[in-house]
């Protein structure tokens, strides 16, 4: 099936690092994304890992994927008050019949740093 | 260059009137999909068009419809306007939806919409 799950809020404090948490159901997936969505705006890409990949680092994002248990993660390091945003994950499906993929997201992860 | 632009930014609609919104990808993206998201049911697929076809299609009903131009733009249409339908609806366009490049969706800002 097609299902993306996230825990809807995470708070944490400056300086911290944060972990925000997506599980999928669908083994598949070929890529896996973290987007970024802050107030009054459209969702911005982040970061993304291939199916085959177990971590992934760019500067302060390291991601994390447990493909056994369908497991993604998104760590943020030395969390920022400019980082509170919601955050979602999604799966990328490659539809067979249409050779094509199709995205499914999960609800998002609001973060809230506080000082 | 460019990105992808939605319009209006705002709109309010009274109960029973339609709507169409609009996308203007970005410049050489084929594909395009629209999500209405709503603070309980977050980020919900409503269909996918690509080359003026829809090849995708989420859990909505026959109200929401949508269509491509063949210059890629797109629109969606909603029909009998209902208080649920209040959401900020996305829009997001890619070159063509396959492989890992490809599959990149870049966002519109949306359009906010108010049924009261």
């Known amino acids: 099936g097609e299902d993306v799950e996230q825990s809807l809020f995470l708070s944490v404090r400056e300086g911290d690092s944060s972990v925000i948490n997506c599980t999928y159901t669908d083994s598949s997936s070929t890529y896996l994304y973290w987007y970024k969505q802050e107030p009054g705006a459209g969702l911005q890409l982040l970061t993304y890992i291939f199916s085959n990949m177990d971590m992934k680092q760019d ?3 390291t991601v994390l994927l447990n493909k056994k248990d369908k497991h993604l993660s998104l760590r943020i390091a030395d969390t920022q008050t400019g ?8 799966e990328s499906l490659l539809m067979f019949s249409g050779g094509y993929n199709k995205l499914i997201f999960g609800a998002g992860t609001r973060l809230a740093v506080h000082p | 260059k460019a990105g992808v632009t939605q319009t209006p930014r705002y709109l309010i609609k009274t109960r029973g009137q339609q709507v169409t919104l609009s996308c203007s990808p970005i410049s050489g993206h084929r594909s ?5 998201q709503t603070p309980g049911q977050g980020l919900q697929f409503l269909f996918e068009y690509f080359s ?5 299609k989420g859990n909505f009903p026959g109200r ?3 269509r ?4 890629s733009r797109s629109e969606m249409n909603v029909s009998t306007l209902e208080l649920g339908d209040s959401a900020l609806y996305l829009c997001a366009s890619s070159l063509t939806g396959t492989g890992k490049m490809n599959t990149e969706a870049f966002f519109g800002q949306g359009t906010r919409l108010t049924v009261v």
């Open chain 2, 52 to 56: 003026e076809t829809q090849r995708n």
């Open chain 1, 59 to 61: 500067q302060r994002l």
């Open chain 2, 32 to 36: 395009v999909s629209w999500y209405q």
């Open chain 2, 64 to 66: 929401f419809s949508g």
């Open chain 1, 83 to 90: 980082d509170s945003a919601i955050y979602f994950c999604a």
């Open chain 2, 68 to 71: 491509q131009f063949s210059n």
